[in-house]
């Protein structure tokens, strides 16, 4: 067993999980780069000149983010309502990350709250849990604010929201993530980060990052979590 992990697990008192990554792929079968491609369509289709960086943008929640940047909250709702109707049909295809659902089990067993802590919508991922079996075990779900990308992680305001919903202290909440704004956010919520680094390059990136720890696959929490 991962030592470090066993140590740290041991001394939280609850589990924060990032959704994509961590629990599934939510765009496995609805590609991401195909729903920027869309969300910028959006944008054309209410007049706005897309310059060329944006128009070949492949991360959807980075279209949404420099949508808000631009002020007009109008737009940033028509983005945001194109971009959850497209997570909510992207959880038909989503692909469960290997041991994603052993942690969530483990964590419940292990006597730990989890929650979830998500830049994609809180009905996608509602909807992915309840399809799975999984939304006993989870509580509270906080997905991204609506229309309002500059409080999506690394913002912590939605790290700071799941702490408070659990009633715990930041200190005693530890996060699993599989991207820098995870770390990143936190870091700032004074929160454990564990980097679930789900490609090599990854594992050095989070390291110097900051995390806590970092592990290669999630049967590593599992496992820790199990462990008498």
């Known amino acids: 067993m991962n030592a470090d992990l066993g140590r740290l697990l041991g001394e939280v008192d609850a589990v924060l999980l990032d959704f994509d990554g961590p629990v599934c792929s939510i765009f496995a079968g609805y590609p991401a780069p195909q729903i920027a491609a ?18 070949a943008e492949p991360d959807p929640l980075e279209v949404l983010r420099r949508t808000g940047e631009a002020g007009d909250y109008g737009l940033t709702r028509a983005v945001e309502d194109a971009l959850c109707a497209a997570e909510r049909q992207a959880i038909e295809t989503a692909e469960p990350t290997p041991y994603g ?3 969530i089990v483990a ?10 802590v998500s830049n994609n ?37 939605p790290i700071r929201q799941a702490v408070n919903a659990l009633g715990e202290l930041p200190i005693k909440c530890v996060l699993v993530g599989d991207s820098l ?6 870091r700032a919520a004074g929160v454990r980060i564990v980097g679930y680094a789900n490609s090599r390059p990854k594992v050095e990136a ?23």
């Open 38 to 55: 869309e969300l910028v369509d959006v944008l054309r289709r209410h007049g706005v000149d897309v310059p060329p960086e944006l128009a």
């Open 101 to 103: 659902r052993e942690v």
């Open 107 to 116: 964590a419940r067993q292990a006597g730990l709250p989890l929650a979830v």
């Open 121 to 157: 919508s809180e009905s996608a991922v509602s909807a992915y849990l309840a399809a799975h079996r999984l939304a006993g075990y989870v509580s509270p779900v906080v997905g991204r604010p609506y229309a309002d990308p500059t409080r999506m992680k690394p913002n912590p305001a």
């Open 181 to 186: 704004s995870d770390i990143e956010g936190a």
């Open 206 to 228: 989070f390291r110097l990052a900051g995390a806590d720890v970092v592990i290669e696959s999630m049967c590593e929490i599992a496992a820790a979590l199990l462990e008498p």
